[in-house]
């Protein structure tokens, strides 16, 4: 069974803070990385994407990723109060795999 | 215009009933999912089609059908539908000639409750 771990919060973070969400998972083989944000009731839309270990930076947002440790993060700079929904982690379900293995997401609050 | 619509958007079926919910995508996408999402369970993949010719089941496929009717269209049937069905389904897509091939993009889903 392959798993993905992520904390389902509620993360509460005050407005301007950075928010750092994190995402284990169990399949070796997996080779992509996805971050999905999805607000209540509505689709979930990508974020971040990240295929090599280390960090990539796109805006406020920051993924990283440590294959050896299986564990990718999410880092969210000067944290909105639009930012708050839930953020879904999506591995590749094994290597040359398109399928993703979502977490349950971890829920974040902005407050203002 | 969306690239992935999903009909309908909101359904109340009862029990018994066989119902039909469709995606379609103008993305020029091969492969297409269907999940099923409920509070605290996550996105769970009952269903994915990588083209016309190839159907796989997903986690969750018990009780549910698809099609691939055309490369743009991908519906999910439930042929007899139960209130453990009740949920919010969505269909994404992945694929094409640019940017990441395995990235997924979602229609906005259909809230389907089985009474």
């Known amino acids: 069974q392959k798993e993905v771990e992520q904390n389902s919060g509620p993360l509460s973070v005050p407005e301007g803070a950075i928010a750092s969400l994190n995402c284990t998972y169990s399949?070796?083989?997996?080779?992509?990385f996805f971050w999905y944000r999805q607000y209540s009731g509505k689709s979930p839309e990508l974020i971040m994407s990240?295929?090599?270990?280390g960090d990539k930076e796109d805006g406020r947002f920051t993924a990283q990723l440590n294959k050896a440790s299986q564990y990718v993060s999410l880092l969210i700079r000067d944290s909105q109060p639009s930012d708050s929904a839930t953020y879904l982690c999506a591995p590749t379900s094994g290597a040359g795999s398109y399928q993703l293995t979502f977490g349950k997401g971890t829920k974040l609050s902005v407050i203002p | 215009d969306a690239d992935v619509t999903q009909t309908p958007r909101n359904r109340i079926t009862k029990t018994g009933k066989r119902i039909m919910l469709e995606c379609s995508q103008t993305k020029g996408h091969d492969r297409m999912y269907w999940y099923r999402q409920d509070p605290g369970l996550g996105l769970r993949l009952i269903y994915y089609s990588f083209d016309v010719k190839d159907i796989n089941k997903g986690e969750i496929s018990d009780g549910y059908s698809v099609s691939r009717q055309a490369q743009a269209k991908f519906s999910l049937s439930l042929e007899s539908a139960i209130p453990n069905q009740t949920a919010l389904y969505f269909c994404?897509?992945?694929?094409?000639?640019?940017?990441?091939?395995?990235?997924?993009?979602f229609g906005p889903g259909t809230r389907l409750t089985v009474l």
């Open positions: 990240i295929y090599s270990n």
């Open positions: 399949d070796r083989g997996s080779q992509s």
């Open positions: 994404a897509t992945s694929g094409g000639t640019s940017g990441s091939p395995d990235t997924q993009y």
